[in-house]
C-alpha cells in the first residue's frame, strides 16, 4: 500500500524485470517431478521465494511469480526489522504471525469515500491453463489486520467477499495506471464478513473451468454499494475512523485433485456459511440471516433514515417492493456489536 518508488519512468523496467522472473518460475515448475505440480498449480504459494529482503510491494523486489494487479500490495517478511512497515509479525497494519513459512501477502480489501473506490489486488501466472469442463478446488488463508504500530491501531473495517478470481489475460499495474473498475465476480470467495483478527480463515471451494485460465488473482473485486462491513473497535476508539479494511493472505492453492488443496469440512465451517443479506441486489424483498433480537436501521445512500426496527427469528424478511431503487446501508446492532451491511434495490 506504501510506494516506495512513484517513478512512472520506471514501469518499463519494471515490467520487464517481472516477466523474466515469470520465466524462472515457470521453467522451475517445469523441470518439477509431475505429481508436484499436479497438487498445486500456484507458483510460490506460500510468498516465500524473493531475490532479497526488503521493503517491498509486489513489485521486483517482491515475491517471485507474483506482481500487483491493481494498486500496491505489500509483501510482508518476518525476516525485516520488527515493527518495519512491511516486517513481521509487528507492522504499519498489523501484529500478525504467517499461517506458514515466513512471509505473506497484505492489501487494501475495502475503501469507502473514494471515487475510484480503491482495491488492491494480486495476480501470479498458473504453473499450466485450466483445463475446460475440469473441476478445480481451491484454498487459501486470510487474517483481518488489526493491532499494528499505526498512531491509531484500532481504525481498520473488516469486509466480507475476499475471493479469488481466474482470468486469461495478464492484469498487470504499474504507478500511474488507473484503477480498474469493480468486476463484482469471483470464482471462490468467503461470503460472509472475514472478521477473525487472531486466526487464519480457511477460504475454500470448488469450481468447474469454463475456458483455459491462465492467471489466477486474489483480493476483494466487488464494488463499495454490494460490500458489508464490521467495525473491528468500539466507535469513538479512536476518535476517528479509518474506513479501510486491509487483510492478509497466506498459502494459496489450485488443484485438480480434490485432496490437492486444504478443504472446509463439517458443519458451520468457513467454507459453507451463507451470507447476512440475500438476494443482493433484489427487487421486492430482503432477507436477513441469523441475527435475531438484533436492533436494525436502513439508511439511504445520503444518509437519511428509512426504516427501524427489531429482526425476529433467524430467517427475518423485510419488504422493499416500494421503496426507491438505489443503494441503501442496513445498520445492524447485534450481541454488542454494530455492523453495516449494504445492499441494492434493482429495476
Known amino acids: ?9 520506471t514501469g518499463m523496467c519494471l515490467n520487464g524485470a ?27 504459494p506460500g510468498f516465500e521465494e524473493s531475490d532479497s529482503c526488503a521493503q517491498s510491494g509486489f513489485d521486483i523486489a517482491g515475491p517471485l511469480g507474483w506482481h500487483s494487479a491493481n494498486g500496491s500490495p505489500d509483501y510482508l517478511q518476518s525476516c525485516l526489522p520488527y515493527g518495519s512497515t512491511f516486517g513481521l509479525p509487528l507492522n504499519f497494519f498489523t501484529f500478525q504471525e504467517p499461517f506458514e513459512g515466513a512471509s505473506c501477502a497484505g492489501m487494501w480489501t475495502y475503501h469507502q469515500n473514494d471515487v475510484d473506490e480503491y482495491r488492491e489486488w494480486i495476480q501470479a501466472p498458473l504453473l499450466e491453463p485450466l483445463v475446460p469442463g475440469q473441476t478445480y478446488y481451491c484454498s487459501f488463508r486470510a487474517n483481518a489486520a488489526f493491532g499494528g504500530n499505526y498512531e491509531y491501531p484500532q481504525v481498520w473495517l473488516a469486509n466480507d467477499k475476499v ?8 492484469r498487470s ?25 487472531v486466526g487464519w480463515t480457511l477460504v475454500s471451494g470448488s469450481f468447474v473451468a469454463d475456458s483455459a485460465y491462465q492467471y489466477v488473482m486474489l483480493g476483494q473485486f466487488f464494488s463499495n454499494a454490494l460490500t458489508d462491513t ?18 492478509l493472505i497466506d498459502a494459496v492453492c489450485v488443484s485438480p485433485d480434490p485432496n490437492g488443496c486444504e478443504r472446509a469440512q463439517g458443519v458451520g465451517v468457513h467454507g459453507v456459511t451463507s451470507p447476512v443479506l440475500f438476494p ?4 421486492d424483498r430482503l432477507v436477513v440471516n441469523h441475527r435475531d433480537g438484533a436492533e436494525v436501521q436502513v439508511m439511504d445512500a445520503v444518509g437519511r433514515g428509512v426504516w427501524r426496527g427489531k429482526i425476529v427469528g433467524d430467517c427475518w424478511v423485510l419488504g422493499v417492493a ?21 445492499f441494492v434495490l434493482a429495476e
Not at 18 to 44: D, E, K, M, Y
Not at 230 to 247: I, M, N, S
Open 163 to 170: 475471493g479469488m478470481l481466474f482470468t486469461m489475460q495478464d
Open 280 to 283: 443482493n441486489p433484489t427487487r
Open 322 to 342: 416500494h421503496w426507491a431503487r438505489g443503494a441503501y446501508v442496513l445498520h445492524v446492532c447485534y450481541h454488542g456489536r454494530m455492523e453495516m451491511h449494504k
Open 18 to 44: 517481472r516477466l523474466l522472473r515469470q520465466a524462472v518460475v515457470a521453467l522451475i515448475g517445469l523441470g518439477t517431478p509431475a505429481i508436484a505440480t499436479a497438487q498445486n498449480l500456484v507458483p510460490n
Open 1 to 9: 500500500m506504501l510506494p516506495a518508488n512513484t517513478n512512472k519512468n
Open 230 to 247: 464490521l467495525h473491528l473497535a468500539p466507535e469513538g476508539d479512536p476518535w476517528y475512523w479509518f474506513p479501510r479494511a486491509y487483510t
Open 173 to 197: 499495474w504499474s504507478w500511474g495506471d488507473p484503477y480498474p473498475v469493480p468486476l463484482n465476480h469471483a470464482h471462490i470467495l468467503y461470503p460472509q464478513i472475514l472478521a477473525d483478527t
